[in-house]
């Protein structure tokens, strides 16, 4: 499955240095999007909708282009857009909601929970943890299920996650290799793993007896009053929703889906999502409504494994000499870009219906007009 690659090569090789092309400087929110107009012109996006906040407060919350070019449609901040890999931030908070309740803790076995066993077979005695899943630490790897193609067009795929997993880590399933684990043990290196991921969205589902979908949407979306987003496309209106423009994504309805949903296939407004950010930047906690404690929240913000960039889920990105806590994503069709201050509050949301968007300068411009 074909699935991220973008965000693997940024996550490894990418944006750590990152560097601005433009003159910064701005003296109006006018003349800041007009240089936005002119960064996505320039890089011929479709749309970007994007958002400046502050702790609590929204800036900036605008975007440009159409979310549906035949038909000129404009893009606007209740546009939803697939997130891509920014959905691991939330499928992490429905994680750390159950650690918080002491239903499990970051440091036990994940196999407590798995109808079937689970370890890197080539060490077999090494449990893998929560902590090593929201740290891409587990040694469960990519390499295999990159190869794949699951996506379902039009429709959510009709695979379960519990049929999705059993294919994957029973010896006899449809996709069990022995390539989906590294050659690394479980807790000694990073590797960057969507099929980890995705196994944490199957773990909530587990625990709770709760479909992961269900179990996000009271326990997070409706605490926020998120009211316009959805991991399900079923549930999701298409007239609402930014085509994803990709060579692979031209068919009749273009909207996709996958089985591993958890670690890429939330669809959210910009509205939305700017809500999800400012509970992470303010502790867990939007307009007095609540999703994690602050303790829980500190937990997640911690570097993990000695790492100076991975902390649970979220990692740090330098933008413009300064280094941010955040999460990309990249899919067909879809860049999205999410990531705050911590010392400041200050935080940005960028989504986008192209592929390897280059959203560089206009994640700097909004942060550097922000700090002003």
């Given at each position: 499955?074909?699935?991220?690659?973008?965000?693997?090569?940024?996550?490894?090789?990418?944006?750590?240095?990152?560097?601005?092309?433009?003159?910064?400087?701005?003296?109006?929110?006018?003349?800041?999007?007009?240089?936005?107009?002119?960064?996505?012109?320039?890089?011929?996006?479709?749309?970007?909708?994007?958002?400046?906040?502050?702790?609590?407060?929204?800036?900036?919350?605008?975007?440009?282009?159409?979310?549906?070019?035949?038909?000129?449609?404009?893009?606007?901040?209740?546009?939803?857009?697939?997130?891509?890999?920014?959905?691991?931030?939330?499928?992490?908070?429905?994680?750390?909601?159950?650690?918080?309740?002491?239903?499990?803790?970051?440091?036990?076995d994940i196999?407590?929970?798995?109808?079937?066993?689970?370890?890197?077979?080539?060490?077999?005695?090494?449990?893998?943890?929560?902590?090593?899943?929201?740290?891409?630490?587990?040694?469960?790897?990519?390499?295999?299920?990159?190869?794949?193609?699951?996506?379902?067009?039009?429709?959510?795929?009709?695979?379960?996650?519990?049929?999705?997993?059993?294919?994957?880590?029973?010896?006899?399933g449809?996709?069990?290799s022995?390539?989906?684990?590294?050659?690394?043990?479980?807790?000694?290196?990073?590797?960057?793993?969507?099929?980890?991921?995705?196994l944490?969205?199957?773990?909530?589902?587990?625990?709770?007896?709760m479909?992961?979908?269900?179990?996000?949407?009271?326990?997070?979306?409706?605490?926020?009053?998120?009211?316009?987003?959805?991991?399900?496309?079923?549930?999701?209106?298409?007239?609402?929703?930014?085509?994803?423009?990709?060579?692979?994504?031209?068919?009749?309805?273009?909207?996709?889906?996958?089985?591993?949903?958890?670690?890429?296939?939330?669809?959210?407004?910009?509205?939305?999502?700017?809500?999800?950010?400012?509970?992470?930047?303010?502790?867990?906690?939007?307009?007095?409504?609540?999703?994690?404690?602050?303790?829980?929240?500190?937990?997640?913000?911690?570097?993990?494994?000695?790492?100076?960039?991975?902390c649970?889920?979220f990692?740090?990105?330098?933008?413009?000499?300064?280094?941010?806590?955040?999460?990309?994503?990249?899919?067909?069709?879809?860049?999205?870009?999410?990531?705050?201050?911590?010392?400041?509050?200050?935080?940005?949301?960028?989504?986008?219906?192209?592929?390897?968007?280059?959203?560089e300068?206009?994640?700097?411009?909004?942060?550097?007009?922000?700090?002003?």
């Open positions: 499955m074909m699935k991220n690659i973008l965000l693997v090569f940024l996550f490894f090789n990418g944006l750590m240095a990152c560097q601005p092309e433009i003159d910064l400087e701005t003296n109006s929110l006018e003349e800041l999007q007009q240089k936005i107009q002119g960064e996505a012109e320039r890089n011929g996006l479709s749309s970007v909708a994007y958002s400046l906040v502050r702790n609590e407060e929204i800036l900036i919350s605008s975007a440009w282009g159409f979310a549906d070019k035949e038909n000129k449609v404009p893009a606007t901040d209740q546009t939803r857009y697939l997130l891509a890999s920014v959905s691991k931030t939330i499928t992490a908070v429905a994680i750390m909601q159950l650690v918080e309740q002491k239903r499990i803790h970051l440091d036990d196999m407590a929970y798995l109808p079937f066993p689970l370890r890197n077979p080539k060490f077999p005695d090494s449990k893998i943890t929560y902590r090593m899943l929201l740290s891409h630490m587990s040694s469960i790897s990519d390499r295999y299920q990159s190869g794949l193609d699951l996506y379902c067009y039009g429709t959510d795929c009709p695979m379960t996650l519990e049929t999705f997993f059993e294919e994957t880590f029973t010896e006899n449809l996709y069990y022995k390539n989906n684990f590294s050659n690394i043990e479980p807790g000694t290196a990073e590797d960057y793993s969507n099929l980890g991921s995705a944490l969205g199957y773990l909530v589902q587990r625990i709770t007896q479909p992961f979908d269900e179990y996000c949407k009271q326990h997070i979306f409706e605490v926020l009053s998120m009211s316009k987003t959805e991991w399900r496309l079923a549930k999701t209106p298409l007239n609402e929703l930014a085509i994803p423009y990709s060579s692979e994504t031209n068919r009749a309805n273009p909207h996709y889906t996958f089985p591993d949903y958890p670690n890429g296939g939330l669809r959210s407004s910009l509205h939305d999502l700017s809500i999800f950010l400012r509970a992470i930047i303010q502790d867990g906690t939007f307009q007095g409504h609540q999703i994690l404690s602050a303790s829980s929240m500190a937990e997640m913000k911690k570097f993990q494994f000695g790492s100076t960039e991975q649970l889920s990692y740090y990105e330098t933008i413009n000499g300064k280094k941010y806590l955040g999460h990309s994503g990249g899919e067909m069709g879809v860049t999205t870009e999410m990531y705050f201050d911590r010392d400041t509050g200050l935080g940005v949301v960028l989504l986008c219906n192209d592929e390897d968007a280059d959203l300068n206009i994640m700097a411009l909004l942060f550097h007009y922000g700090e002003k």
